[in-house]
């Protein structure tokens, strides 16, 4: 289980969620904050971490976003967590009906669902289920944000990778973004998620998976320097090509 930073409360963290996520017009109502703070707490969240970023999708942040717009195709959340990714697509005009959201548990989904007050929206939009259900050439984009770094098991990375390969249609294209390492950090940091890669490393493991057309680019905002010496966050994309 990840913990939130020295500092910092989950309640502190759900309140200021919740302080985001009312600037797309959402009304709480009277005492939702007392409610929303008994209802979560470091038992029941798997990913503290991803409260301090909820209203804030880093997917808009990615250098392929501005053409995924213009360009609407399948697209798969892939650990599509509190579901804000999706939520953020739709604000900016994606159509509803080319985006699916897949997680294996809704630990997270529940968490977006009351934070949002949109479940009966959002549920059909998302995929809950123990193993990944679509078999091969499915989906035009499959996105992973930051769930990489979270894949500890090398078997389930592995998978990961190959899922996100077959369930492409050709030339579809995989993207997102990882916490991972800088080239230059001599020892891999003690604390921290439990898959920190390097560039050449997450490279060669989507290429491996098949992928080519490997584009990696570092993230240098000011914010990973308060993560700790030697994070870096990658922002990625891969190609299938069609052979």
């Given at each position: 289980m990840?913990?939130?930073?020295?500092?910092?409360?989950l309640?502190?963290?759900?309140?200021q969620a919740m302080r985001r996520i009312g600037r797309f017009g959402i009304v709480y109502p009277p005492d939702y904050a007392e409610t929303i703070k008994n209802r979560y707490t470091l038992a029941n969240v798997p990913y503290p971490y991803i409260i301090r970023q909820i209203g804030e999708a880093r997917i808009r942040r990615h250098f392929l976003y501005p053409e995924l717009l213009k360009n609407p195709l399948d697209l798969l959340d892939y650990g599509c967590g509190t579901g804000d990714a999706l939520r953020q697509l739709i604000r900016d005009g994606y159509p509803a009906e080319k985006i699916l959201g897949f997680d294996v548990t809704d630990a997270s989904l529940r968490i977006g669902y009351d934070l949002y007050l949109d479940r009966e929206e959002m549920e059909k939009r998302v995929v809950v289920?123990?193993?990944?259900?679509?078999?091969r050439e499915r989906f035009d984009r499959v996105y992973s944000g930051s769930v990489v770094h979270v894949l500890g098991d090398e078997?389930?990375?592995?998978?990961?990778?190959?899922?996100?390969?077959?369930?492409?249609?050709?030339?579809?294209?995989?993207?997102g973004s990882t916490?991972?390492?800088?080239?230059?950090?001599?020892?891999?940091?003690?604390?921290g998620p439990p898959r920190l890669m390097r560039e050449r490393e997450l490279a060669d493991a989507m290429e491996l998976s098949g992928?080519?057309?490997?584009?990696i680019v570092r993230d240098d905002r000011q914010e990973m320097m308060m993560a700790g010496r030697g994070f870096c966050r990658f922002e990625f994309s891969a190609e299938k090509r069609d052979v």
């Open positions: 990840q913990q939130l930073p020295e500092g910092f409360t309640a502190g963290a759900l309140e289920f123990p193993v990944f259900p679509w078999p078997q389930e990375f592995r998978s990961y990778l190959g899922n996100a390969h077959r369930s492409l249609r050709p030339n579809g294209i995989f993207f916490l991972g390492l800088d080239a230059a950090a001599d020892l891999r940091p003690e604390r992928f080519t057309g490997i584009r």
